[in-house]
DNA sequence: CCTCATATTATGTCTAGACATAATGGCGCA
DNA sequence: TGCGCCATTATGTCTAGACATAATATGAGG
């Protein structure tokens, strides 16, 4: 086992047994050394990732101290849907409902796609899509074929390396909503808001609409290495 | 500035802006020593740290590559109730309806703590609440006083470093959950399911349940450094 | 032309030492 | 007693070189 790594493992080992508490001090990269046989440089290599990973907390002078654990985090994976529905096994169908040329969306600067859509999972409407694009980001998405590939699919594989904000919220559905997800205005259902950048300006900007017998969010929360 | 610092916030900026797209090739660690003028361990460690932030793919003998970004995922900060609600100005108060010893919920072995009760913002019900404690994880949980402060709240200060699973759906409340937080049937309510463990074993497990239009939960996603 | 062994190469890890930097604790002075 | 300065100390960063490792590219043999 690398030096490095065992030094971490048993250092994260410690803390998250709860033997080494938040607050606690870490010994000195000059003891961990000399404990484990090895250089300074290799033990300030492994308390790096683990100040890293967030399981510790590193101060000049003062020393390494076990890190309060964030109030609640966690990793959000929000699936293509194309792939969740493949993945459940079922057919995935995008339906285009509308695509126009609008000027100005909320926080878009210039003109903008807005594409509205549904996606089918097995013959189904699985989630209602509202998109903006901003034409000026992505010039090439006024040649897609938004009938044929849905936006958020497309735009994969022509925006590389975003910044993105989620904002997640249980909504009634609007009458017409209700008609396409073939339920009521009285069926809870989960409406997901992205916004999408790139260097600071909004790419795209997109409401998800799923009925929420049929749909939840997962998010995982694993610290250390 | 550093040179690991400027090779890393370099490199970063190329892939940000989109001038390096995914799977492009990284110039080599001899070429950037080179190109920066220090040790090649200077660039395998800015390389190594942008490797860490997702930004990078390291191969051996293959190179470095730019990533391929993830298909969607954010970090979701899930806030203490009492925070959230004393951030928003709000009088904060939870008040506890039920207390007892069950045996044996889904997922935790042995007995647990049953609590329900409502966290209250400005006098009227924000969410609901009901959690089971391991007794055999946490046994001075036994002792908390449960009617003057909030489980999570207590829990907070107990339980260092765990792992966590998220469920998030939309969901319509019983009669009795909507009566409690003074809504309707058919009012879309957001629930939060949070599972948590420590070494494998189930810690806690709390379900919350939130008026849709009182609150929502974002999650958000920053590449790099 | 295909397959397998081998040489090459880029990353992975480590060392021993050096200097930089920042914060702390204590000492000396007022 | 109280304040400010300074030495100490732990981390932060870097170097030059070494060896390990894994995957690709190449060449030999079938």
Known sequence: MNPARRIREEIAASIQSGEWRPGDRVPTEQELAARYGCARATVSKALGELAASGLVERRRKAGTFVAHPPVHSAVMTVPDLAELI????EAYRWELASLETADAGDDLAGPALRIEGVHMAAGEAFALERRFIALGEVPEAADADFARVAPGTWLLGHIPWTQARHVIRAVNPTRKEAALLTTGVG???LELDRTTWRAGRVVTHVRQLF??????LVAEFNAGP
């Open 86 to 89: 493949a993945a459940r096994g």
């Open 211 to 216: 009925r929420g017998d049929r749909f939840d």
């Open 187 to 189: 069926a809870a259902c």
